[in-house]
């Protein structure tokens, strides 16, 4: 069975990977340890190697019981996975919320102009002049010493237990509708109850993510728990495909992010 038609074929490159990450713990009967991985990445993971193989595990741990971006570790079924095993930092600084507000891309973006690569931090958290980090153990040391400002905060960041954390359980309201098709501008008109022409406006404006990802093609397919954001407007997902309706058209169940 060719495995690839079941993905989108800009997925293809991260599939290799998996492919390859498993392979050698195959081979090697050595773990592998993932950087951070969006939700759709490891899904991705899942089901290439729970489909392929009865003999190794996949575990995932973000820092907390919500973590969205998440490590992942592949192992042989019998190895028994510690948290320390997923080699996590949790960064925490403060800053006074009466002269600035930090919003989460000021800190996506003080982060990656440290030369940093993206998957190397996982969730941030940001609220009432707390920032903390969920970032890879290798890279701890380096980002306490340098990452020292955001905008026009001075920040003195310091390591926490994961305990530490707080955490924010994502809400999400479900929907069903029917629509005529998956097409991304049909979905994006429903979820956000705006105009066909002000969906394909958005669109085109690289204003849509699909997985994280900018898409400019208002044809593009929507697949099942594709998770989809439209900035501004939040963000929503595809829940599942529940068959036609009489007029043939698609019931879905989608589900919404609550503020």
């Given at each position: 069975m060719d495995i690839y038609q079941h993905f989108r074929q800009d997925e293809?490159?991260?599939?290799?990977?998996?492919?390859s990450w498993k392979d050698g713990v195959e081979r090697t009967y050595q773990h592998k340890l993932t950087n951070f991985l969006d939700?759709?990445?490891q899904d991705i993971l899942k089901m290439i190697v729970n489909s392929s193989s009865d003999e190794l595990q996949v575990k995932f741990h973000g820092g907390g019981n919500h973590s969205e971006r998440k490590r992942a570790i592949i192992a042989p079924y019998y190895e028994e996975i510690d948290v320390k095993d997923f080699q996590l930092s949790l960064l925490q600084a403060n800053y006074h919320v009466k002269f600035?507000?930090?919003?989460?891309?000021d800190?996506?973006?003080?982060?990656?102009?440290?030369?940093?690569?993206?998957?190397?931090?996982?969730?941030?958290?940001s609220e009432g002049g707390l920032i903390q980090l969920i970032v890879a153990g290798d890279i701890s040391p380096f980002v306490l010493i340098h990452l020292t400002g955001?905008?026009?905060?001075?920040?003195?960041?310091?390591e926490k237990p994961l305990s530490d954390l707080v955490e924010k359980e994502l809400a999400w309201m479900e929907t069903d509708k029917t629509v005529s098709s998956l097409r991304l501008d049909n979905l994006v008109k429903e979820i956000y109850?705006?105009?066909?022409?002000?969906?394909?406006?958005a669109i085109r404006k690289k204003l849509v993510k699909v997985n994280f990802k900018?898409?400019?093609?208002?044809?593009f397919a929507v697949f099942e728990n594709d998770l989809i954001s439209l900035r501004g407007k939040g963000r929503s997902k595809l829940i599942k495909i529940n068959g036609r309706s009489k007029k043939d058209k698609l019931k879905i169940t989608i589900a919404k992010l609550r503020d």
């Open positions: 293809y490159e991260f599939i290799d990977q998996v492919i939700p759709r990445q600035l507000t930090l919003e989460h891309r800190i996506m973006g003080s982060f990656l102009s440290l030369g940093i690569k993206r998957e190397k931090l996982g969730d941030i958290y955001i905008k026009r905060a001075k920040l003195t960041f310091a109850n705006i105009s066909r022409n002000d969906a394909a406006d900018v898409i400019e093609d208002g044809k």
